[in-house]
């Protein structure tokens, strides 16, 4: 007999993905706060919150990080003896807090996949396991459910403040550069005009953007970003000033410094390599 999988969140985008993900190995149900959205083929429908966990052995949250303290605190007396629950949320202070009071009789897993619902799988995929009682059980179950993905442990303070700029960083530069470019009045001369470094960034960006409002809201949220983000324009007003100023020796220092620390990490050579090559492979499509 198949074991269950309820997916919490299984309408939205990696709602669906775990859904089709888990469906050839386990009988899976899901629910969605929002009924007006179809779940994927084949799933079970939740008919409410507590009944689609009832009965699972595995239950996967993949609700908004605001939410999923609540909701951990509503479902975890109701499941299973025995079963896990398995939080994928993209900021983990407060919903691993949550997850360390849930009652002895289920297991806390609580993992960050590091990969979109664009995934063919998770071969070769990051996972992030945070530890809530026993980091090696917990490990186990993550990898016993995920065997193909890559998995990297750390605690929820240091998971924040890393994925403050891994996501958080990232995110909201390429955010503020798709919205000045999408105001742009003639894009097809600015792409005719367009080299390498444009092109792949604006390819990123839109990317980016083709996340949920949600989502992004979620990620630029993170407490943790906002040292960055101050020291991010702090840097941007800096170079702009120096420049206005006719303070040359002052940009090259700044960019010598930042070559001499990228070089200490593994060099821009490659980077750059690697950059023509993905140029490349974009002007093939």
């Given amino acids: 007999m198949k074991k269950r999988v309820a997916v919490i969140g299984a309408a939205g985008q990696m709602g669906t993905w775990m859904c089709r993900y888990f469906a050839p190995r386990f009988e899976v149900t899901g629910y969605d706060e929002d009924e007006s959205r179809p779940l994927p083929r084949g799933v079970e429908k939740g008919t409410s919150l507590v009944a689609a966990i009832l009965k699972a052995d595995y239950v996967i949250l993949c609700t908004p990080t605001r939410k999923t303290p609540e909701i951990i605190r509503l479902i975890a007396k109701e499941m299973m003896r025995g079963a896990l629950l398995v939080d994928i949320s993209s900021q983990k202070l407060k919903t691993a807090a949550s997850l ?57 303070t240091e998971h924040d403040k890393r994925i403050a700029v891994i996501l958080g960083l990232t995110h909201l530069v390429n955010i503020a550069f798709a919205s ?106």
Wanted: aromatic fraction near 4%.
């Fill in 100 to 156: 360390s009071r849930v009652p002895a009789k289920i297991s806390p897993v609580c993992i960050h996949p590091m990969f979109g619902p664009g995934a063919k799988g998770t071969k070769g995929q990051n996972i992030i396991s945070v530890p809530i009682r026993d980091a090696k059980k917990e490990l186990a179950a993550a990898k016993s459910l995920f065997p193909e993905a890559t998995f990297v442990t750390i605690d929820s």
């Fill in 180 to 285: 000045i470019v999408s105001k742009d009045e003639k894009p097809s001369l600015t792409h005719k005009m367009s080299g390498s470094t444009f092109r792949i960034q604006k390819a990123l960006s839109d990317s980016i953007m083709s996340e949920t409002p949600e989502l992004i809201d979620t990620i630029i949220s993170n407490p943790q970003l906002r040292r960055i983000a101050e020291e991010l324009w702090k840097d941007i007003g800096r170079l702009l000033t120096a420049v206005q100023e006719n303070k040359s020796e002052e940009v090259t220092d700044y960019v010598k410094a930042c070559q001499a620390r990228i070089e200490a990490n593994g060099g821009t050579a490659e980077s750059y390599k690697k950059m023509i090559a993905m140029s490349r492979a974009m002007d093939k499509k």
